[in-house]
């Protein structure tokens, strides 16, 4: 059964032994150690957690999955919102090395620890990190995209403030090519999503809604939210393909 379980940076998070052990028992089967890009997500989770950032990346499935997708989708421009320590972008760069990404964080000292690790994961030429608060970059990353200085999108991953997430979501889409994929992580939220009461305290939840909601109405993509299990938490993500 799971149990509940509170720390200072997730808040309350449920945790099973069953869901943990199927994370460690997939990633050393299907992510081993010999992997050409396991040594940069080591260490760029192990220094994050030493600089002293919240332990709210990611995990190393959905990091691999988010590769994955960029494989399937040939991409060679991405975004993402919210870079943290860059385990993300580590690992869409690691596997796609044709793969440009723009990632977007608000804290200086987060994006210090960030171009550390991504230094050091060797991919620095590919991953332009943007200081600041995501909203003040779009309107001249679309500028840009328009004016045919800068590529569309092939992929955008949707993972900072959460109130923000159709607002992110809306420019995403704006700046795409067809077909690009958009994922919104966390929109499940504990399992909390469905309940219109955790909306009216919960931040996360009330974003997680609002962008549902949103994209349901939006002409522009087809869409879907997956529910996930594992070692960091109930949550899931929703994954938007641009028409
Ligand atoms: C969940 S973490 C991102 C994890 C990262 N995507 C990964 O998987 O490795 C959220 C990050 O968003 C950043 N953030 C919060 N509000 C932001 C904003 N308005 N603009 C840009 N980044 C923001 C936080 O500082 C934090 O580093």
Request: include cysteine.
């Amino acid at each position: 059964m799971p149990t509940r379980q509170f720390t200072e940076d997730r808040g309350e998070f449920e945790t099973d032994p069953r869901w943990t052990a199927i994370d460690e028992y997939t990633t050393s089967h299907l992510h081993p150690p010999s992997r050409p890009n396991h040594a940069a997500i080591t260490h760029a989770i192990k220094n994050s957690a030493a600089k002293g950032l919240a332990d709210i990346a990611a995990p190393s499935n959905i990091g691999k999955f988010l590769a994955l997708q960029c494989q399937m989708l040939n991409a060679k421009h991405a975004i993402e919102f919210g870079t943290l320590g860059g385990c993300t972008a580590i690992w869409l760069t690691t596997m796609n090395p044709n793969l440009k990404i723009t990632t977007l964080e608000y804290e200086a000292s987060t994006a210090e620890v960030a171009r550390e690790n991504i230094a050091n994961a060797g991919v620095s030429d590919r991953v332009d990190l943007i200081l600041g608060p995501a909203v003040d970059a779009l309107p001249r990353l679309e500028q840009e995209i328009q004016s045919g200085q800068r590529e569309k999108l092939d992929f955008a991953f949707i993972d900072s403030d959460k109130m923000n997430n159709w607002t992110y979501f809306d420019w995403a889409v704006g700046m795409s090519r067809p077909g690009a994929c958009i994922v919104v992580d966390n929109v499940v939220s504990k399992g909390n999503l469905a309940d219109a009461k955790a909306a009216e305290t919960n931040h996360m939840v009330k974003g997680a809604q609002m962008c549902v909601e949103n994209v349901g109405k939006d002409d522009r993509v087809e869409a879907m939210v997956m529910q996930i299990v594992g070692e960091k938490d109930y949550d899931g993500f929703l994954m938007a393909v641009v028409k």
